[in-house]
């Protein structure tokens, strides 16, 4: 046979951004061997009817934290449900020490069903040489820190990435950043920065995040871009101002998760009641069963209940109120799904009343989200050329950007709300990536390119995951290919490893 696989009648959105076209794509072994009108059928094994879908390069989700999981197995299969075949991990600031070991871990353990790039953490170096220490490193430290990237670097890490609002990213100053960074040039590797600040200090944040990649004089991502709290909405444009801006000097982009909740945006008792134990994954059930054991007592007592009370008031407050929060678990199931306000109105309660007694009435599993970005002001940076596409995925966790980031795109911002062409959204997903990480031969539909497909249906493509069922799979992904392997076979995952781990080119 001349081909593995050909793909029929298809549309095909090439991933440069020029108008789609209908065409035939034939795939031997690896690698796509022909795109062109009227491939016979003889001509392959596999054939594939693509009337009426989409065939577009295989999604490269530039930002997630796979890392922190993977070793864990069994492989998570909601990348590739969404049409992700290339992922970066490592990001803000986290990641393995050493890629080549990672690399090999992973291979021996859960195999790759995408494929698999990293980053190294600022924060992973910092803690490796001085811990948790609250202080700028010694000149020692310093120059045990470069080598240590450098080391990562060799071992094919794209580039560094910080996270500066967590410890100990949080503790370096702005000419510790620029030392490191400076060992980047050298790769012509990237520096991508979850800023110092997301919030009330947006603006200095991105200055620094400008500062330290034109000292260097490397490639600036901006991780996960946006603007957090009410009282700070407005200034999206002037951050895009400033990067672009910059991009008269040195290379700029970003990348967006399309969502108005952020991360920190899950309000459980730990959020809403002083003193109760922090939710995560090592939380104490005998802590948890404690705190809410006081909380009970707190709430029956005029003098202590006052103190809950206004406290969660000034919380809701401080946060544009009761309407931007979305309430994801509650005791009153028809309240789930409300915002606060709403639920307040259906409930005949005050809102911080409503909060403390579905607690009470909950055994503590009562939960809202809250909406901390302004959907208009995301859209305006989705609309900027250089912004891409990032879940800033966490296996596991509340968010449902992890299982629908790049259907939601498809599907709320593109086919609903016409924010993005069909072809500029792929472009954003594919080719942007690929150039701006550097996987050549990847993130486009061409003749000797690898055959990372997705084929979807561009009317019913969706986003199912939300904050009540974050782990929900997105519909309308039917086929994707990993070098040239189908992962997902008409909507259903396959038991296939094909990915491979993409290091550093050059
Ligand atoms: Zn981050």
Same mark, same amino acid.
Request: aromatic fraction near 6%; charged fraction near 35%.
């Given at each position: 046979m001349k081909y593995d696989i050909l793909i029929k009648n298809g549309k095909v959105i090439d991933g440069t951004g020029r108008p789609g076209f209908f065409a035939d794509v034939a795939i031997k072994g690896k690698t796509v061997a022909s795109v062109k009108q009227?491939?016979? @059928?003889?001509?392959?094994s596999l054939i594939i009817d693509g009337t009426g879908l989409v065939v577009s390069p295989g999604f490269i989700d530039v930002h997630c934290h796979t890392d922190w999981s993977i070793? !864990?197995?069994?492989?998570? !299969?909601h990348q590739e449900r969404q049409g992700i075949t290339t992922q970066v991990a490592g990001l803000c600031g986290t990641s393995p020490l050493s890629p080549e070991e990672h690399f090999r871990d992973v291979l021996q353990g859960t195999g790759l069903r995408t494929n698999y790039a990293l980053m190294v953490g600022h924060g992973t170096i910092r803690k490796s040489m001085m811990g948790d220490a609250e202080r700028a490193p010694l000149p020692d430290e310093l120059r045990k820190m470069k080598y240590l990237a450098e080391k990562a670097l060799d071992e094919g890490a794209l580039g560094l990435s910080t996270g500066l609002i967590y410890a100990p990213g949080t503790y370096s100053a702005t000419e510790e950043l620029k030392e490191l960074a400076a060992v980047l040039r050298r790769y012509d590797a990237i520096y991508a920065t979850h800023m110092r600040s997301e919030s009330d200090a947006i603006l200095k944040a991105v200055d620094e995040a400008i500062e330290v990649a034109r000292h260097a004089d490397v490639r600036l991502q901006i991780s996960h871009i946006k603007v957090i709290l009410p009282r700070n909405w407005g200034l999206g444009p002037e951050v895009i101002r400033k990067l672009e801006a910059a991009m008269k000097d040195i290379p700029v982009a970003a990348d967006q998760y399309p969502y108005t909740v952020t991360g920190g945006g899950f309000y459980g008792p730990s959020r809403l009641v002083k003193g109760w134990p922090v939710e995560n *994954?090592? @939380?104490?059930p005998d802590k948890e069963s404690e705190s809410f054991a006081r909380f009970e007592r707190d709430f029956r007592a005029p003098k202590n209940r006052e103190e809950l009370t206004s406290h969660v008031r000034s919380l809701l407050d401080e946060r544009g109120g009761p309407r931007q929060f979305i309430i994801?678990?509650?005791?009153?199931? *028809?309240?789930?799904?409300?915002t606060l306000d709403e639920a307040s109105d259906a409930l005949d309660a005050p809102a911080e009343i409503l909060c403390l007694e579905e607690i009470l009435a909950s055994g503590g599993q009562f939960a809202m989200v809250y909406e901390g970005v302004y959907e208009p002001e995301m859209i305006e940076f989705m609309k900027r050329p250089w912004v891409m596409v990032g879940t800033d995925g966490v296996p596991g966790a509340f968010h449902p950007r992890t299982h629908g980031t790049f259907p939601r795109i498809l599907g709320r911002?593109? *086919?609903?709300?016409?924010?993005?062409?069909l072809e500029e959204a792929i472009r954003k997903m594919t080719s942007l990536p690929a150039e701006t990480f550097g996987f050549s031969g990847r993130g486009r539909i061409a003749k000797g390119f690898h055959a990372d497909l997705v084929i979807f249906d561009p009317e019913t493509v969706t986003?199912? @995951?939300?904050?009540?069922?974050?782990h929900a799979y997105p519909e309308g992904i039917k086929w994707v290919f990993v070098n040239g392997t189908a992962v997902v076979k008409e909507g259903q995952p396959v038991d296939a490893y094909p990915g491979v781990p993409l290091r550093r080119e050059n």
């Open positions: 009227n491939i016979p @059928s003889s001509d392959a070793l !864990d197995g069994p492989w998570d !299969d *994954r090592e @939380s104490d994801v678990r509650a005791k009153t199931q *028809r309240i789930v799904g409300m911002y593109v *086919r609903e709300k016409n924010v993005l062409s986003d199912k @995951s939300d904050f009540v069922r974050p």
